[in-house]
């Protein structure tokens, strides 16, 4: 019998992966009101592909990190949206743990993000306080008011600071929502008034918010007005007996 050797070869490609996930907030916005809040983190490996994204809360109070699965997004593979709602203001602190293929873990650092609660402070110095305004046109007047506004987290969004003044049945006076100047913490406006000249007791309202959209509408003061026209009204019991035939003029201040 013939025998004959075979000698075969073959080869094979190992990878081996020693690179860890890189882990990335995206939403790293530190102020959020409180609502249900959504982060966006991003997270590669691009040997061995990501096995597993966990996120860390440690909410105000707390001494410990509550760890969750995050969830990725639909039409992405690198991006991971952890969301929670806070119960409570304050600072909240979030660390992010990440997994691949073969058990290469990344922990992240810790983030911050205050959650605010808190509307803006308005407040000015008018107590049924004695006003004239000043006549810019037939039927149209413009008043000086001014205050203080504040808020300590956030800040004020500037731009929502506005300003009416309402008689006693709640009616506001002249265009509502008129858009205060912002200085630092003051507030000022010229406020038009404008049709029915004003009359009577009106309450000052401030409306404001902060930069994560707190609201707070607040009756600082109030300002007493009257623009009635002035009139000339005989006291008919003090008058003589005499008759006056001829045309007289009247004369007064």
């Known amino acids: 019998r013939e025998l004959r050797w075979y000698r075969d070869h073959g080869r094979s490609l190992v990878i081996i992966d020693d690179d860890v996930p890189t882990i990335d907030l995206l939403s790293d916005y530190q102020y ?12 590669e490996d691009g040997t061995s592909g990501i096995a597993l994204v966990e996120f860390g809360l440690q909410s105000p109070g707390e001494s410990s990190f509550t760890w969750q699965t995050a969830t990725a997004c639909d039409d992405s593979t690198v991006v991971w949206r952890p969301a929670f709602i806070p119960t409570s203001a304050g600072d909240h602190l979030l660390q992010f743990r990440a997994v691949d293929g073969v058990g290469n873990e990344t922990l992240s650092s810790v983030y911050t993000i205050t959650v605010d609660d808190t509307a ?3 407040s000015a110095s008018y107590s049924s306080t004695d006003v004239v305004p ?8 413009t008043l000086p008011l001014n205050g203080t506004i504040s808020d300590n987290i956030t800040g004020v969004y ?3 600071v506005t300003i009416d003044l309402l008689d006693s049945r709640g009616q506001i006076l002249g265009e509502p929502s008129q858009i205060a100047t912002v200085t630092g ?6 406020y038009e008034i404008s049709r029915f000249r004003p009359v009577g007791s009106y ?3 401030v409306t404001a918010e902060d930069n994560v ?3 707070s509408r607040t009756i600082v003061g109030s ?3 009257d623009l009635r026209s002035t009139t000339l009204q005989p006291e008919m019991r003090s008058l003589h007996g005499t008759v006056i035939s001829q045309t007289q003029t009247i004369r007064g201040v």
Do not use: C
């Open 158 to 160: 500037t731009d929502t």
């Open 32 to 43: 959020r009101a409180k609502e249900y809040i959504q982060l966006a983190v991003s997270v």
């Open 185 to 190: 913490s003051n507030w000022q406006i010229d």
């Open 223 to 225: 300002v007493n007005m």
């Open 134 to 141: 000043t006549e810019t046109a037939a039927y149209q007047w």
């Open 203 to 205: 309450d000052i309202r």
């Open 213 to 215: 959209g707190n609201q």
């Open 120 to 122: 803006p402070t308005a």
